[in-house]
């Protein structure tokens, strides 16, 4: 867990007003929108949290002890005040940036898969094919490199990059940071392609909409039962690169009905970002969510 990986400094692209978002507990040396941060939430698996409990029906074990972990050198309170710091902190600033996007009607998704799903194709893909019926942002997320924010403004959107660094994903400060400077127009859409990592970005909220899981077909059906938290958390999962399953011995029914086994509420697409297979019903999907947000207009 994020208490003790040590994620650390993100450089975030274009930040004329701070280079770095300190990731975590370092990250609040200032105000966003000048609002403070307060806000609490707590994400571990109590023996009597359903969430585990759903999680133990699917055959997945968390450690002994009140924490659900294993962490050598450090007990289970310790590592339960330390998550809950750390998350409390930054559910400060996902409110903030929460705020901020229904204010100006703004639909933030935040997509989160393996590294090696597809997960910038398929963003290239759909907003090549959206940007005349929609304006698209969005704000790419790595440990290093500018390659997928190249890749994406090659599609004549506007992109900025987050480098993580050390870090195994975008934390709400962070993500605050890059839409101040992004400035995403009102009534648009914001992408926000979260590092790859099945694991520590189930934890964290960004302010999005919606999580959406890119899982590959590649991959194998039983990710959902490996990850649990990860798509109990997410609204709609992603099964790309059906293109590829003439090839490989993947059950779809199976993989799908894992994921229902987690999270019964979760909606669930077959895509091939390549052959374009799926994608107009994400189109629908994504239309039909952004139509339901209530219309605000902007607050001074």
Request: charged letters at 25%.
């Amino acid at each position: 867990m994020c208490a003790v990986c040590g994620c650390g400094t993100a450089v975030i692209e274009g930040d004329n007003s701070k280079a770095e978002a300190r990731g975590h507990a370092g990250a609040h040396g200032h105000d966003h929108d000048q609002h403070h941060h307060h806000h609490g939430h707590d994400h571990h698996h109590s023996p009597d949290d359903p969430d585990r409990d759903r999680a133990e029906d699917c055959g997945v074990h968390y450690g002994d002890g009140i924490a659900g972990v294993h962490v050598p050198g450090m007990s289970q309170e310790r590592i339960i005040q330390v998550e809950k710091d750390i998350l409390s902190k930054n559910d400060g600033y996902a409110a903030e940036n929460r705020a901020f996007f229904v204010q100006n009607r703004i639909f933030a998704l935040n997509f989160v898969s393996s590294p090696g799903s597809g997960k910038t194709s398929f963003l290239v893909r759909a907003i090549r094919e959206l940007k005349d019926r929609m304006v698209i942002n969005v704000i790419e997320g790595d440990q290093q490199t500018s390659n997928d924010a190249a890749r994406i403004r090659e599609t004549g959107a506007r992109a900025i990059q987050i480098n993580t660094g050390k870090g195994c994903h975008l934390d709400a400060h962070m993500v605050g940071h890059a839409r101040q400077n992004l400035a995403p127009e009102p009534g648009s859409i914001l992408f926000i392609e979260n590092v790859g990592n099945l694991v520590c970005p189930a934890a964290f909220d960004l302010g999005e909409a919606h999580k959406v899981v890119v899982l590959s077909v590649t991959e194998g059906e039983d990710k959902p039962l490996k990850y649990p938290n990860m798509f109990a958390a997410s609204d709609l999962m992603i099964l790309n690169k059906s293109d590829l399953l003439a090839h490989l011995d993947f059950n779809v029914g199976l993989c799908i009905a894992h994921a229902l086994r987690v999270n019964p509420r979760l909606q669930t697409l077959v895509v091939s970002a390549r052959s374009g297979e799926g994608m107009e019903a994400f189109y629908a999907w994504l239309e039909a969510s952004f139509a339901r947000l209530p219309r605000r207009a902007k607050v001074p």
